[in-house]
């Protein structure tokens, strides 16, 4: 798997023209698949996209930024609306089995590898 994430690249093809945070992802690889953490906070469950189109991945998650009435900002950190990350996925995951947890400002992404890259045990027979 590889981050292929180029904001000019990825807003034209969302049809997004503003720019978007990249949001920090841990990946963890085990026997049976990843599994990807991807920071988003102040993100709500309702305004994050997920898709799975061919071996790409894409992460978007829109961000709220409006100020409480009565208040305006001074200094701002974070002054685009939406994160954004785009992940080329290796053949030996299986994309049709994505599974996704969101809490706390934290998206969990599961995603299996393929029968065909999965550990298998060989029986050996005695004659």
Do not use: C, W
């Amino acid at each position: 798997m590889s981050d292929t994430t180029t904001i000019p690249e990825a807003n034209a093809r969302s049809g997004h023209p503003e720019g978007a945070l990249l949001p920090p992802v841990d990946v963890i690889e085990d026997a049976s698949g990843i599994t990807m953490y991807a920071d988003l906070p102040g993100v709500k469950k309702d305004a994050i996209s997920l898709k799975v189109e061919a071996d790409t991945l894409t992460i978007e998650g829109e961000i709220s930024l409006t100020n409480k009435e009565g208040l305006e900002s001074t200094h701002a950190e974070v002054s685009l609306p939406r994160y954004l990350r785009v992940f080329t996925l290796s053949k030996e995951l299986d994309p049709e089995k994505v599974s996704a947890e969101f809490n706390e400002g934290v998206l969990k992404l599961r995603i299996p590898k393929a029968a065909h890259a999965q550990p298998r045990r060989i029986e050996v027979k005695v004659h």
